[in-house]
C-alpha cells in the first residue's frame, strides 16, 4: 500500500506489542512524556514545538 497516491511513500503500520512488554512499553512512553514536558517547560524559550523537535531527533512517528 502506498500512502500519498503518487508520494511513492509506502505506508507501514507498528507490528503488534506481546502483551509481556506492554507495561515496559507504558512506563517508557510515559517517561518519555514526562521528559518532553519538563522540556517545555523549562526551556520554552529555545523550544518552539517540544513534541515535534522530539520526533524529529528521535524519528518516533512516522508522520
Known sequence: MFA??????????????????????????????????TISDRFSLYVSDTQEDWNGAFNYTSG
Open 4 to 37: 500519498g497516491g503518487a508520494s511513492g511513500r509506502q505506508q507501514r503500520s507498528d507490528p503488534p506489542v506481546p502483551p509481556e512488554v506492554r507495561g515496559v512499553q507504558a512506563q517508557l512512553t510515559g517517561l518519555t512524556n514526562d521528559v518532553a514536558r
